[in-house]
């Protein structure tokens, strides 16, 4: 049975992912088309600014659902060799690193938005603020946090893997 913050975390992180695949497809044709109307004398203005900003939005927007889905790459020649414990406590340690990691990145990136929000940051041709890209991130890295939350209370469970 999925307990309450599983089923939200579910939820959050496939519309997060939908919402970076997006962003992936947006690029890939905003490419192709700059490429084919630059070789026709018509390159599309601000391209670059605008792929820079996507692509910041399908890798933060990603992370959460690769890790609920368990899709990360891990060494199982080496958790093979340990015992059901063992194999908890190293899960849990990995799980308690990427914790914090992705809550200093949050912290960070939370602080960086507020500064591009003051400052009024724009990207230089087509002057798009900076700050809604940070922020978005760094919700997705607290959504992170609670995804690695999420494994170690299914570990100590044993629904782990």
């Not at 900076?130 to 991130?137: I, L, R, S, T, W």
């Not at 946090?145 to 170690?152: D, G």
Request: net charge positive; with cysteine; charged share 15%.
């Amino acid at each position: 049975m999925e307990s309450t913050l599983e089923t939200f975390l579910k939820v959050t992180t496939k519309v997060l992912n939908t919402i970076g695949g997006a962003a992936l497809t947006f690029m890939m044709f905003l490419t192709v088309a700059d490429v084919s109307l630059r070789a026709a004398g018509h390159p599309i203005i601000g391209t670059y600014e605008i792929v820079a900003l996507s692509l910041a939005l399908v890798i933060g927007f990603c992370f959460p659902c690769v890790s609920i889905d368990k899709g990360n790459v891990f060494m199982e020649v080496v958790l093979e060799k340990l015992s059901v414990r063992n194999k908890a406590i190293l899960n849990t340690f990995t799980r308690c690193l990427g914790i914090l990691l992705f809550a200093l990145v949050a912290y960070n990136l939370f602080g960086v938005g507020s500064e591009f929000h003051k400052s009024r940051e724009v990207t230089a041709t087509l002057r798009i603020p900076f700050y809604p890209v940070a922020y978005g991130v760094a919700v997705c890295c607290v959504i992170e946090c609670l995804v690695f939350v999420l494994h170690i209370v299914k570990i100590w469970r044993g629904q782990y893997e």
